[in-house]
């Protein structure tokens, strides 16, 4: 095996901020010490004041300074030496009403008349409650979050409070006494015509439910800190019988709602039947087995449990989720469950080739393109039999021994692709279920390893020992690792070094002559089981890593999968309305026109996608928890937040460059494009961009100091395009491999009624640099 690696030093631009000052302009007023009163005619009226008039004057005069100076001081004094004020202290907190009020079907959906006139009955009730108690000094607002429970029965109110503390501390048992009056029939005056379960009454600081959400997360895949640890995990082959047609017949207990053996969940298994029975979700069934009795995955170093996808569960949730006791709901956060792209993969949702002829998407079924996360829907076509591997993109299966076999298969090369990596161990990279040769995911720091003909192993040093001097092999190391590095588009080498591994079974590869130009890998054995170890430096930004050729060259108007790896689509409850831009594993940039007029909402990020109605095997999902607007003048930028970090990027999710503030781009000396959908919404595509005058945009759109009019190149061809709010404008740097951000959409722009593309009105991105740095760092 044959591996060219070539290393090259990369600069790094250097970054200033440049600070610009607006001159003042200076006004005078000329006047007499006299007053004089004129009129229409030619007569004026002079009146000279007396000296005590004249005294009086100077003191006003002196007093209204000394009022202006301090007011002025204070003000001043307020801005630049007080600390910011804390944040308000929010309380969540829920009770279910049992008589007096009921639970409808309408009341789960937040657009109904009936939701919001009973949010609304709810909302005034509690918010007098609070206005006319100890609390109401520092009583900020009262918003009801959801309504749900049993149809006909019990109705479950689901609310925050508000509070500024800085009037006065509030704790839980504060709150709690205040709706503890309110519920009592006795002490009620506000909610006296309910009746309220007392023993439902729950109140929780944001804070601390927040922290202790986050230890859940953190902590769901460790055992719990006791003083008698639980026994180690298992594999059982005790499937229960109301599971019976699950394709595997192996779990292990625990599982994520604590049962620890088959006759706990036999005896609680009347609350998941309802929920089947309910008929809330068509495939209810499917996901309740896979959480119950969630496959047992068994490794040399650990046993884990496979659970179902992240957007399984969140399909589940929608349907079922206001009927979930709330037992269940803690367990049954769908952030918590893994995405498929995710190590060890997880079970998707079943039927995906079933819902793409629902869909009438019955074409895409073996067009070369992957459109279900588990591959169905390219598997078993007329180009790929039983047993080979997708080459990811393309109408083109390989047999496992083709993959870096020295010869390309794969459209592009892809089976050539990768064959040095880095990965944590073995037993890790061959969990990934992935039947494709494009990896799952991008590792920057793990051994050495190669992959040759289906056979994966690592790379052993054992020759170099022997045959080099320390000085030398410190040289030899350095060099293959920052090549390796390189290869795998990341920036630089951290470290590297030589360590002695643990796993059995392991193939290994020598460097035949590390001084080569090309290095030689061949296989033999490796007794010391000392191996090579690198530490990459961060990912390099803006490369299209599936492209060999230029940018600029055999670039596709419909895009392909990972030709845009940053594009985000912005969905709002489910429904694709704005566009974003990948900056860093935990922020985005979008326009805050996006969020302009909107409701409170639940906004999620979709990234690694070209078709919005495909669900791709490198799809990952986050949820935006937090924005911060731009303050550079004219901007509309707003970073938002991811509620997880991107950790693993791949050559479909990785983020994009930003331009230097020192060499900004220049659009007449760039090759740049934008992207948008096709008018369904559903085909990502590529508009190429030429600068136009502000004038054209003026006569569309407000313009502002911060704004980069441009127009298509070929507007008659682009016409079948819609660009959203939020969507990129991107720029070739100068090395012709990288793509800048340098523009952001801030309104949506279609065509006009000629049928001619519009002029388009960006968002300059050089003048928040200093701002997104700061930021996101």
Not at 311 to 337: I, M, T
């Amino acid at each position: 095996m044959t591996v060219s690696m070539e290393h090259k030093r990369k600069t790094s631009w250097d970054s200033k901020i440049s600070v610009s000052t607006v001159s003042t302009r200076r006004f005078s007023r000329a006047g007499t010490p006299s007053s004089i009163i004129s009129s229409d005619s030619d007569i004026r009226f002079t009146r000279k004041l007396g000296g005590q008039y004249r005294c009086g004057c100077c003191v006003l005069a002196a007093f209204l300074l000394f009022l202006l100076f301090s007011g002025v001081s204070i003000y001043l004094g307020y801005t630049f030496l007080v600390s910011d004020p804390p944040s308000d202290q929010v309380f969540l907190a829920t009770f279910r009403v049992t008589g007096g009020d009921s639970f409808t079907a309408d009341l789960a959906d937040p657009s109904t008349e009936a939701f919001r006139i009973r949010v609304r009955e709810y909302r005034d009730r509690l918010t007098l409650a609070f206005r006319r108690s100890d609390l109401k000094v520092s009583f900020i607002v009262c918003d009801i979050l959801a309504l749900d429970g049993v149809e006909g029965s019990d109705l479950v109110v689901h609310f925050d409070l508000r509070f500024d503390p800085r009037y006065q501390s509030i704790t839980v048992p504060d709150v709690m006494a205040i709706l503890s009056r309110e519920i009592t029939p006795d002490t009620a005056k506000y909610l006296a015509n309910l009746t309220i379960d007392p023993k439902s009454l729950d109140v929780q600081e944001s804070i601390a439910a927040l922290n202790a959400q986050v230890a859940m997360h953190t902590t769901a895949s460790s055992d719990p800190s006791t003083t008698t640890p639980p026994p180690p995990r298992s594999c059982t082959n005790h499937i229960i019988s109301y599971c019976k047609h699950l394709t595997y017949n192996t779990t292990t207990y625990p599982n994520i709602f604590g049962h620890r053996g088959a006759e706990e969940l036999e005896a609680d298994l009347i609350a998941f039947r309802e929920l089947v029975d309910a008929e809330c979700y068509t495939l209810a069934y499917d996901f309740i087995c896979q959480v119950l009795q969630p496959k047992c995955i068994s490794g040399k170093s650990k046993i884990s449990q496979q659970m179902p996808c992240q957007n399984f569960c969140r399909e589940f949730w929608s349907g079922c989720g206001n009927r979930l006791p709330e037992r269940l709901k803690k367990s049954l956060e769908c952030g918590a469950f893994p995405e498929y792209v995710d190590e060890g993969s997880c079970r998707p949702k079943p039927g995906c080739v079933r819902d793409l002829q629902n869909k009438a998407l019955s074409p895409r079924i073996c067009d070369g393109i992957l459109d279900c996360s588990d591959l169905t829907d390219e598997r078993n076509c007329a180009y790929c039999p039983e047993g080979h591997v997708h080459c990811g993109i393309g109408r083109t299966c390989i047999p496992v021994t083709k993959r870096c076999d020295g010869r390309s298969d794969c459209p592009n090369g892809y089976d050539e692709k990768d064959c040095l990596s880095l990965a944590t161990n073995l037993e890790s990279l061959k969990s990934q279920t992935m039947s494709t040769v494009l990896p799952a995911r991008y590792t920057s720091e793990g051994y050495v390893v190669f992959n040759e003909k289906g056979t994966v192993g690592k790379l052993c040093t054992e020759n170099l020992n022997a045959t080099l001097p320390a000085t030398e092999m410190d040289t030899v190391l350095q060099t293959a690792a920052a090549s390796l590095c390189s290869l795998l588009t990341f920036n630089g080498v951290l470290s590297v070094e030589v360590r002695t591994h643990d796993e059995d079974n392991v193939e290994y590869v020598h460097m035949e002559d590390p001084s080569a130009s090309e290095i030689t890998f061949v296989r033999g054995p490796c007794p010391s089981r000392q191996v090579m170890y690198v530490q990459c430096g961060a990912l390099e930004c803006g490369v299209q890593s599936l492209r060999s050729k230029p940018a600029t060259k055999a670039l596709s108007k419909i895009a392909d999968p990972g030709d845009w790896p940053w594009h985000v689509a912005l969905f709002k409850e489910d429904i694709h309305v704005c566009d974003a831009t990948l900056v860093s594993s935990n922020w985005l940039l979008a326009t805050a026109s996006c969020f302009q007029g909107q409701p409170r909402a639940e906004w999620s990020a979709r990234l690694g996608t070209v078709r919005l109605s495909s669900t791709s095997p490198w799809q990952r999902e986050r949820r935006i928890v937090g924005m911060v607007k731009s303050p550079v003048e004219g901007s509309t930028m707003v970073l938002l937040k991811l509620d997880r970090a991107v950790t693993a990027y791949s050559d479909f999710v990785r983020p994009v460059c930003l331009p230097s503030i020192k060499e900004p781009v220049l659009m007449n000396n760039s090759y740049c494009n934008t992207l948008g959908w096709a008018r369904n919404r559903d085909l990502l595509q590529r508009v190429e961009l030429k600068q136009s005058a502000m004038a054209k945009c003026e006569n569309i759109s407000i313009a502002s100091v911060n704004g980069i009019c441009t127009e298509s190149v070929y507007p008659t061809e682009d016409c079948n395009e819609e660009e959203l709010a939020g969507s990129s404008m991107l720029c070739l740097l100068a090395d012709g491999k990288r793509w800048a951000l340098t523009g952001v959409s801030s309104w949506r722009i279609a065509c006009s009624k000629t049928g001619h593309e519009r002029p388009r009105l960006y968002d300059n991105v050089s003048p928040n640099i200093a701002w997104i740095k700061s930021t996101i760092h």
